[in-house]
């Protein structure tokens, strides 16, 4: 099995070396690595040319954003599955790829969880074990714990760049609602992610969200989604009660319909 590892990266030396360091690190020899960087000037393409040898494509040239970039990462790979580790970004241990690839994977989106920073620590950020409609929208998985199937791009699947922080949300919610692709959480930290960078900016996420959404959904589905957004939070605040439990027998029999209507909505 083929793996397409693409990294993406402007300027960010100290990110990059630590990004490629644990790529070529890896004890699983059938990775075709491929670096896509945006014209960077602090020195980054000198250290791409250090390791060339062991890439299987790398340009440096402008593009139009990270999004872009991401898309002529894709255009280069022929992996198997293929899996986005941007400048910054690492994984998590040598032999990830390799765990990775001993699940026999088969589904179109498999993915584990990341360790994000939590002041000095690194916590583990634990992905829904299940995904459906409803959870898709309403939850982000860690992008950089994703592996995509690589006949997913075969008919020209893409970002979209006309939005500059939430593409890579997108990009997962198309491939599960309008492709029908098969998902599949695995037990696997896959990364380290440093740096939440431009989609950390909240109001901005939310504009380009709220446009997704208002682009592609009717107005009543959106109003179930909200439905089953407040469901969700009150099933949680239940389950760290002892109280009520036919209330929460109750808000899981609505979860479970909800869950149904937005896998078929």
């Not at 490629?20 to 791409?48: C, F, N, R």
């Not at 040598?94 to 699940?103: A, C, H, L, S």
């Not at 959106?222 to 109280?243: A, F, R, V």
Request: charged residues 25%; neutral net charge.
């Amino acid at each position: 099995m083929l793996i397409s590892i693409i990294t993406i990266n402007y300027n960010n030396l100290s990110g990059l070396k630590k990004t490629m360091q644990s790529v070529l690190e890896q004890t699983y020899s059938k990775i075709e690595y491929i670096i896509i960087d945006g014209g960077s000037t602090d020195g980054s393409i000198a250290h791409i040319e250090n390791y060339k040898e062991s890439l299987a494509y790398w340009v440096s040239e402008p593009d139009q954003g990270i999004y872009h970039a991401m898309n002529k990462g894709i255009d280069q790979a022929t992996g198997d599955y293929l899996l986005f580790m941007n400048s910054g970004d690492w994984l998590a241990s040598k032999d990830v790829i390799e765990t990775f690839v001993g699940f026999k994977p088969v589904e179109d989106i498999v993915y584990g969880d990341p360790l994000v920073r939590d002041g000095n620590t690194w916590k583990r950020k634990f992905m829904p074990k299940q995904m459906s409609v409803g959870k898709a929208l309403s939850n982000t998985l860690g992008h950089q714990a994703e592996f995509y199937k690589g006949s997913l791009f075969y008919d020209g699947f893409r970002y979209d760049t006309s939005y500059q922080v939430v593409a890579d949300w997108i990009l997962t919610n198309q491939a599960i609602i309008f492709k029908n692709a098969s998902t599949r959480y695995i037990d696997l930290v896959v990364c380290y992610f440093e740096d939440p960078g431009i989609s950390a900016d909240f109001n901005r996420r939310q504009t380009e969200r709220n446009r997704y959404l208002k682009a592609h959904f009717s107005p009543e589905f959106l109003d179930l989604l909200k439905d089953y957004k407040q469901l969700n939070s009150e099933l949680k605040d239940l389950k760290k009660s002892s109280i009520i439990q036919g209330g929460l027998w109750l808000l899981k029999l609505k979860r479970q319909l909800l869950n149904i209507f937005t896998r078929h909505g």
